[in-house]
Every structure is written in C-alpha cells, then in structure tokens.
C-alpha cells in the first residue's frame, strides 16, 4: 500500500502555477522545502514552495 506517500507540488512563489508534482513520503514535514525550478510562464528560473 502507498499510503505513507502523499503527492505534494512545487510552485512558483511569482505566479503561484504549479509547475512540478512530486512525491513525498508523509514523514516529511511539508512546507520546507524551496527550490530554484524554471518556470514557463515567468519563462525564467524562480523560487518554487512545496505546497499540497
Ligand atoms: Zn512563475
């Protein structure tokens, strides 16, 4: 059974668009995480939030 992993998005903190799904174990705090991604609609690389 998959139930420890929950799919959490990263996405961008200028147009909030969720460019990246991922998944995550539910162990992991959510929240923490920022990561540099690039961004098709700000057509650059922005800091991405890690949200539900
Ligand atoms: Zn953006």
């Known amino acids: 059974m998959a139930k420890d992993r929950v799919?959490?998005?990263l996405s961008c903190e200028k147009c909030r668009?969720?460019?990246y799904?991922?998944?995550v174990t539910r162990q992991r705090k959510?929240?923490?995480l920022k990561?540099?991604?690039y961004c098709s609609r700000c057509r650059?690389?922005?800091l991405?939030?890690?949200t539900k």
């Open 48 to 50: 991405h939030k890690e």
């Open 7 to 9: 799919i959490s998005h």
């Open 35 to 37: 990561l540099s991604k």
């Open 21 to 23: 799904t991922q998944v």
């Open 44 to 46: 650059e690389h922005t």
């Open 17 to 19: 668009m969720r460019n």
């Open 30 to 32: 959510l929240g923490d």
